[in-house]
């Protein structure tokens, strides 16, 4: 994976516009669950991506250092090479002094070598610098993003289990409307309003009947005293109507 696509595919990601999917979802919380595997997922490969490019990155810059250091002691043997030269020439030793001038002139060769691919690597460490802190970003975005993932899913269930009970809740209203137990229990208190108006009727009835006897029961007895006066009168009696017992 290039550098360029690791980038490209860590910008989108952290560019997701998490509300805009989610309007677009059949299931939100099922693509919330999705989203949250892929990202962890792609973070995982962003961050093994990112580390390798981070090590490149460092043996870039191992390798400058080193031909900096060897640019130095190159330097340093052309000038100990040439200082020697100076002085073999002075005391009247033209030929060493002629070897020490031409490794002298091997050294800076060799300095300037090193020098080259140091300057070399300059441009590239600084592109490789910058494509690195530029994909540091974005795993850093894509963390918060999935951090905002994971509390929209966490949000999404909880709301979704709230809406689940509230909804039984509102079907257990629903069928008790439906059944409207209080009508069975008007329809039962009417049956008793019946029946006590049923016993009522009986009882009065009942009162009645006796009212009734005791009535033919007096007029017997009325009965029985007339003829007992009318006894007495043909005998030649009086009637008188006496008192006490």
């Given at each position: 994976?290039?550098?360029?696509?690791?980038l490209?595919?860590?910008?989108q990601?952290?560019?997701?516009?998490i509300?805009?999917?989610?309007?677009?979802?059949e299931?939100?919380?099922?693509?919330?669950d999705?989203?949250?595997?892929?990202y962890?997922n792609?973070?995982?490969?962003?961050e093994?991506?990112?580390?390798q490019?981070?090590?490149n990155?460092?043996?870039?810059?191992?390798?400058?250092r080193?031909d900096?250091?060897?640019a130095n002691?190159w330097?340093?043997?052309?000038?100990?090479?040439s200082?020697?030269?100076?002085?073999?020439?002075a005391?009247?030793?033209?030929?060493?002094?002629?070897?020490?001038d031409?490794?002298a002139?091997?050294?800076l060769?060799?300095?300037?070598?090193s020098?080259?691919?140091?300057k070399?690597?300059?441009?590239?460490?600084?592109?490789q610098?910058?494509?690195?802190?530029?994909?540091?970003k974005?795993?850093?975005?894509?963390r918060?993003?999935?951090?905002?993932l994971?509390?929209?899913?966490?949000?999404?269930t909880a709301?979704?289990?709230?809406?689940?009970?509230q909804?039984?809740?509102?079907d257990a209203?629903?069928?008790?409307?439906?059944?409207?137990?209080?009508?069975?229990?008007?329809r039962?208190?009417?049956?008793?309003?019946?029946?006590?108006?049923?016993?009522?009727?009986?009882?009065?009835?009942?009162?009645s009947?006796?009212?009734?006897q005791f009535?033919?029961?007096e007029d017997?007895g009325?009965?029985?005293?007339?003829?007992?006066?009318?006894?007495?009168?043909k005998?030649?009696?009086?009637?008188?109507?006496?008192?006490g017992?």
């Amino acid at each position: 994976m290039s550098k360029q696509s690791i980038l490209g595919r860590i910008t989108q990601l952290a560019k997701a516009n998490i509300n805009a999917l989610l309007d677009q979802a059949e299931d939100p919380q099922l693509m919330l669950d999705q989203m949250v595997r892929d990202y962890t997922n792609s973070i995982a490969e962003a961050e093994s991506a990112v580390a390798q490019t981070i090590g490149n990155l460092r043996l870039t810059e191992q390798d400058y250092r080193e031909d900096v250091d060897a640019a130095n002691d190159w330097g340093r043997k052309a000038l100990a090479a040439s200082g020697k030269a100076d002085e073999l020439r002075a005391a009247g030793n033209a030929v060493d002094a002629d070897k020490f001038d031409n490794l002298a002139k091997i050294a800076l060769v060799r300095q300037l070598s090193s020098e080259n691919e140091a300057k070399a690597a300059q441009p590239t460490i600084a592109s490789q610098t910058q494509v690195v802190e530029q994909l540091k970003k974005g795993l850093d975005a894509m963390r918060g993003k999935l951090s905002e993932l994971t509390a929209k899913r966490d949000e999404l269930t909880a709301r979704s289990k709230t809406a689940a009970a509230q909804q039984q809740v509102h079907d257990a209203l629903k069928s008790i409307d439906l059944l409207d137990p209080t009508s069975e229990i008007s329809r039962f208190e009417d049956k008793i309003r019946r029946e006590e108006a049923k016993v009522l009727g009986q009882q009065e009835l009942q009162a009645s009947s006796l009212d009734a006897q005791f009535e033919g029961l007096e007029d017997l007895g009325r009965e029985g005293e007339v003829e007992a006066r009318l006894a007495a009168l043909k005998a030649g009696g009086t009637t008188a109507i006496t008192s006490g017992s």
